[in-house]
């Protein structure tokens, strides 16, 4: 599906797959955000070709973080020329294929192939991919190397990827922020909160996570309610519970 102009989801929940997978239009090049795992590579070429895209070269994949339902099909892009990216901590595991890549969910099938990663930027560093500018803000906890990727539409709105850092639920009909899972092997909880903290004030129109629901207006609303929810829910039992649902 088209999300704005130049941005499309491939794969993910909306599909009936695990992992949101997203693509950004250059001029004739196409750029993915996630890699997806084994039920969501099929899905996003058959999305790829919908939607015109499927004769476009992927010049580049960019991985949120080293998760398999993310970071499983790099090897299969990277075959067909794509460059890899995926900032250093989480790189490693990529390249090693340890136990930081594992996926405890029920739906990963495939054994995971250890790929070269090509680009490992830094927090703030911005890659030039075929002509698409994107942005890379280091948000450690969830993995060591997680990260936003940031992009600005042509109408100038702010577009942050932002892997299993981000989601939303309900509770009745009031839309709240949630955590995706804390099982990984690098999660940490004080280096997650204090990321939390770093982001809170960002700049966001427009939020794409990895799982679960876009935000396509406000998105900076719920990186502060994220925020809010960890002071909650993170220090101990608290009197209010209403942003507690799940």
């Given at each position: 599906?088209?999300?704005v102009?130049n ?21 004739d ?8 795992g084994?039920d969501?590579?099929?899905?996003a070429?058959e ?6 895209l499927s004769d ?29 990216v ?9 390249e090693?294929?340890?136990?930081r890549v ?9 054994r ?12 703030g ?11 890379v803000i280091?948000?450690?906890?969830h ?5 936003f ?12 990827f ?6 939303v639920?309900?509770?009745g009909d ?12 690098d999660y940490?909880?004080k ?13 966001a ?6 799982h ?8 900076w ?17 608290h009197p ?7």
């Amino acid at each position: 599906m088209q999300i704005v102009k130049n941005i499309y989801q491939l794969a993910g929940e909306s599909f009936g797959t695990t992992s949101n997978m997203y693509a950004i239009k250059g001029n004739d090049t196409v750029v993915l955000i996630e890699g997806g795992g084994s039920d969501d590579l099929e899905v996003a070429k058959e999305t790829m070709k919908y939607w015109g895209l499927s004769d476009l070269p992927i010049t580049h994949v960019f991985l949120t973080h080293s998760h398999a339902d993310h970071s499983g099909n790099a090897h299969i892009y990277k075959e067909l020329g794509a460059k890899i990216v995926a900032l250093s901590g989480d790189a490693e595991a990529i390249e090693n294929g340890d136990d930081r890549v594992i996926d405890y969910g029920p739906f990963h099938k495939q054994r995971f192939v250890p790929c070269p990663v090509d680009i490992k930027p830094k927090d703030g560093d911005n890659i030039n991919a075929a002509g698409i500018e994107i942005k890379v803000i280091h948000v450690p906890g969830h993995t060591s190397g997680s990260n936003f990727f940031k992009y600005v539409t042509e109408d100038g709105r702010v577009v942050l990827f932002t892997g299993d850092i981000v989601g939303v639920g309900y509770k009745g009909d009031f839309r709240l922020a949630r955590f995706w899972w804390s099982g990984g092997s690098d999660y940490d909880r004080k280096i997650f909160f204090e990321s939390l903290k770093r982001i809170k004030d960002l700049e966001a129109d427009i939020l794409l996570p990895s799982h679960g629901e876009k935000i396509l207006r406000n998105g900076w609303k719920i990186l502060k309610s994220l925020y809010l929810r960890a002071l909650l829910d993170w220090r101990g039992p608290h009197p209010v519970d209403r942003y507690k649902y799940d």
